[in-house]
């Protein structure tokens, strides 16, 4: 295979992939939770599969961003050499992450949002939007560099599908960065109140959150179970910022536990029996651990950033080995073109799967 072929054929899936999550697939929610100099956030990925790929993503590598077939040529392609490494969890193939971690503990999370319209084309160098969270990973240590990186570099409205971002540091910033009407938002420091989103646009959430607030926990969790998936991201979201609210009340320190405590509460298998969460990610930024879990295989895994040592080339932990639990940061294995290939047709087949647990969901 070429590698002109191969980057046009990972573009072809990433499109498609996209199209197949627009709507409710990605009910996604993710959190920042902080006291002191502990920082964490955690983030539970939502759907109907749970397969994918934790990769380790070296420093030093020169990148061409990929274009699916109609944008080739016709844009101003962004390219770059990452300066640090980083910890991805992959759906897609390499460098088009769902969200992840660099070595300077910056967080990037991508969550559903259908209202997502990105900006036109002009003179900035063009990136797809799953490749765009690779990017800053590769280039950026803070949430500041991020906001920044928009002076040079755009998401391609050629990135079909929909999506804002999750984004926090090792000083303790968090952002919400979302493209709505063709302009970028961005919500921080005191724009941010509330850390965390779900699917609905943080302004959205933040006006909604004001008529749930004498709402009980319980009477939230028993309208979210009657909602449809679009209609309780506001809920769920109020539940986060419940949540959050409880612990900087009551908590001393922030730990792995209680992100994933907090994740919990808006698993969306608590209220749609055909989707789950996926994923439950705990990412300690200020040890630099990132802690796991699937659906099936519940057992909590967790990488450490010290214990990998300078990483050389690209590696794997695939997210469906029962086998593994506890510290696996030794536990990575060279990723191969052909492993590559293999995640996009299993990415493939799951697209199928999804789009018929849709329309079975659509007849009832």
């Not at 996604?28 to 994918?52: M, P, R, W």
């Not at 590598?61 to 274009?67: D, G, N, R």
């Not at 969460?277 to 930024?285: F, G």
Request: aromatic share 8%; net charge positive.
């Amino acid at each position: 295979m070429t590698n002109v072929y191969k980057r046009l054929l990972i573009a072809v899936w990433a499109v498609v992939m996209l199209l197949g999550q627009t709507t409710a697939a990605n009910a996604s929610a993710s959190f920042f939770l902080g006291k002191g100099e502990n920082f964490f956030v955690g983030k539970g990925f939502d759907g109907y599969t749970e397969h994918g790929v934790v990769l380790a993503n070296p420093s030093n590598q020169k990148k061409v961003a990929i274009m699916h077939a109609p944008s080739v040529g016709e844009e101003n392609v962004m390219q770059w050499t990452a300066k640090y490494s980083s910890i991805t969890f992959n759906q897609m193939g390499k460098d088009l992450p769902m969200g992840g971690m660099n070595s300077r503990g910056l967080v990037v999370e991508v969550l559903d949002l259908a209202q997502t319209e990105f900006p036109p084309k002009d003179k900035r160098a063009a990136i797809m939007a799953m490749q765009w969270i690779q990017y800053q990973l590769d280039t950026a240590k803070s949430v500041g560099e991020v906001i920044n990186s928009d002076q040079h570099v755009r998401i391609t409205q050629g990135s079909v599908g929909s999506g804002h971002f999750f984004v926090a540091d090792a000083t303790g910033q968090a952002a919400v960065i979302e493209f709505i009407a063709g302009k970028r938002v961005v919500h921080t420091a005191e724009s941010l109140p509330v850390k965390a989103i779900t699917n609905s646009s943080y302004k959205e959430a933040i006006v909604a959150m004001r008529g749930f607030k004498e709402m009980p926990l319980e009477a939230k969790l028993q309208t979210v179970s009657a909602s449809s998936l679009g209609k309780s991201a506001n809920l769920r979201c109020s539940i986060l910022a419940d949540r959050l609210k409880l612990f900087n009340e009551d908590q001393p320190l922030p730990t792995t536990g209680k992100v994933f405590e907090i994740l919990s509460y808006v698993k969306i298998g608590n209220y749609k029996k055909n989707r789950h969460t996926m994923w439950s990610l705990a990412y300690d930024i200020s040890d630099r651990v990132i802690s796991f879990k699937t659906k099936k295989h519940n057992a909590v895994k967790s990488i450490h950033f010290e214990e990998l040592g300078k990483i050389e080339r690209v590696a794997y932990i695939d997210l469906q080995n029962s086998v593994l639990k506890g510290n696996v940061s030794g536990k990575f294995q060279p990723y191969t073109q052909k492993l590559d290939k293999a995640l996009w047709e299993k990415t493939q087949k799951a697209i199928k799967i999804e789009e018929e647990a849709k329309r079975t969901e659509q007849r009832k």
